[in-house]
């Protein structure tokens, strides 16, 4: 075909002034929500029913065995004010909590701190300092019962340098045993808080050091003014993860002490069990479970919340 020298063919690309471009459906970029409803109902059948049932058997005098039980009501919380274990229990997961959760971040920062340098044996460092949080809690819990036994390597240790006063039963002491608690599970994840502090401190900018270095700042100022706000989302992430992990505490304390001596280590998770599985109080133990999680709940939530405020503040 033969154009004249002042036609032009049609451009279907664009077409002409005054004629509305054709309307090109967008293809669809999020997949359809029932994709998830496999997924959704195993959760709801796995762990949504059985929590709702296990709130109704905390109303309920159930021993676990027998299928005849009956509803009692709030009998089983009030009891609870008057179980001078379970308030004991209570005030033991907060002090643990809130302990770990001090130290272990304390610890955890300053270790982050110390391998965050120049030094050529870092990447060893971390690694040494990293490797207990990847041993299985059970199994640090019986170690460090071996270590801390009145003939275990820490009281020949202090023997054989002199210091034969400092010799203690550390598990077995009313006073020390909950310390001594505290003291493992810190060792044990005092790496892991370094690790995600080292990730924050590596993402701090140089020139903002170096800028406030030039402007006379020493080493505690830059950090408090400089390094401390731009670590906020690290911790964050640190102290929900520990108070939370304090709230839960089992395996360690049950271990290494079994909640004693007496009742001077129980905490609510293995009050919980000895309810349950020692003295058959099932619908009781169920109500100290949901006392936990409501605490648990409360405690994550405020928490998140302040430190959200706090992070959005200092960004």
């Known amino acids: 075909m033969t154009l004249a020298p002042h036609e032009q063919l049609p451009d279907h690309d664009h077409p002409p002034d005054g004629v509305p471009a054709p309307c090109v459906r967008r293809a669809r970029t999020t997949p359809p929500w029932w994709f998830a409803l496999p997924a959704m109902l195993l959760f709801a059948f796995v762990v949504l029913v059985p929590s709702a049932r296990g709130v109704y058997y905390a109303f309920t005098d159930w021993d676990g065995l027998d299928p005849h039980f009956s509803f009692i009501g709030l009998d089983n919380f009030s009891e609870m004010f008057r179980d001078a274990d379970a308030k004991q229990a209570i005030w033991h997961t907060l002090l643990i909590a809130v302990s770990i959760t001090v130290v272990q971040n304390a610890v955890g920062l300053l270790l982050a701190l110390g391998v965050n340098t120049a030094i050529k044996s870092r990447n060893l460092l971390?690694?040494?300092?990293?490797?207990?949080?990847?041993?299985?809690?059970?199994?640090?819990?019986?170690?460090?019962?071996?270590?801390?036994?009145?003939?275990?390597?820490?009281?020949?240790?202090?023997?054989?340098?002199?210091?034969?006063?400092?010799?203690?039963?550390?598990?077995?002491?009313?006073?020390?045993?909950?310390?001594?608690?505290?003291?493992?599970?810190?060792?044990?994840?005092?790496?892991?808080?370094?690790?995600?502090?080292?990730?924050?401190?590596?993402?701090?900018?140089?020139?903002?050091?170096?800028?406030?270095?030039?402007?006379?700042?020493?080493?505690?100022?830059?950090?408090?003014?400089?390094?401390?706000?731009?670590?906020?989302?690290?911790?964050?992430?640190?102290?929900?993860?520990?108070?939370?992990?304090?709230?839960?505490?089992?395996?360690?304390?049950?271990?290494?002490?079994?909640?004693?001596?007496?009742?001077?280590?129980?905490?609510?998770?293995?009050?919980?069990?000895k309810d349950a599985f020692t003295l058959g109080e099932f619908g009781y133990s169920i109500a100290l479970a949901v006392v936990l999680t409501i605490i648990v709940a409360v405690v994550s939530t405020g928490q998140y919340a302040v430190l959200s405020r706090s992070e959005r503040a200092t960004s």
């Open 126 to 273: 971390r690694v040494f300092l990293f490797a207990p949080a990847v041993i299985t809690p059970i199994v640090t819990a019986y170690l460090w019962r071996n270590l801390l036994g009145p003939d275990g390597a820490v009281n020949s240790l202090l023997g054989a340098v002199g210091l034969d006063a400092w010799r203690q039963d550390w598990l077995g002491s009313p006073r020390l045993a909950l310390w001594a608690v505290v003291g493992v599970i810190v060792w044990q994840f005092a790496g892991y808080s370094m690790v995600i502090f080292l990730a924050g401190l590596q993402s701090v900018p140089k020139e903002v050091h170096e800028a406030a270095a030039i402007d006379g700042a020493g080493a505690v100022r830059r950090f408090w003014s400089v390094t401390r706000p731009l670590l906020a989302p690290a911790f964050t992430i640190n102290l929900m993860l520990s108070i939370i992990g304090g709230i839960k505490l089992f395996d360690q304390v049950y271990a290494l002490t079994g909640g004693g001596p007496g009742h001077a280590t129980d905490t609510l998770s293995t009050l919980i069990y």
